[in-house]
């Protein structure tokens, strides 16, 4: 599981990289700046996009520990103490971001 979820974070984030380069590519903007503009734009370290099983241990536990949390909040909105629409509320600035690269 913790390497499912690793590889569908690397596909998620590379399926933003690529759609905000293209968009500034759309731009004319120059390749050295898209890059520059890329790197000052996303806060996650580009060099964990590799397969899970390059990942030290720390960066493996970091994935554990994601999805030991995940567990309990869905068993937390499972019981109805915590609501969907309160997460999204929490979301909503990497949810704008999502939506202003697409």
Request: charged fraction near 40%; include cysteine; hydrophobic fraction near 30%.
């Given at each position: 599981?913790?390497?499912?979820?690793?590889?569908?974070?690397?596909?998620?984030?590379?399926?933003?990289?690529?759609?905000?380069?293209?968009?500034?590519?759309?731009?004319?903007?120059?390749?050295?700046e898209i890059l520059k503009k890329k790197d000052e734009k996303f806060g996650w370290d580009i060099s964990l996009m590799v397969s899970y099983d390059e990942l030290s241990e720390e960066e493996k536990q970091k994935d554990r520990d994601q999805v030991i949390q995940a567990l309990k909040l869905n068993k937390e909105i499972s019981k109805g103490s915590i609501k969907i629409e309160d997460l999204s509320k929490k979301y909503e600035k990497q949810i704008n971001e999502l939506k202003e690269i697409s």
């Open positions: 599981m913790r390497k499912k979820v690793h590889d569908e974070w690397c596909s998620r984030k590379e399926i933003i990289i690529t759609a905000y380069m293209n968009k500034l590519e759309q731009q004319g903007i120059d390749e050295n």
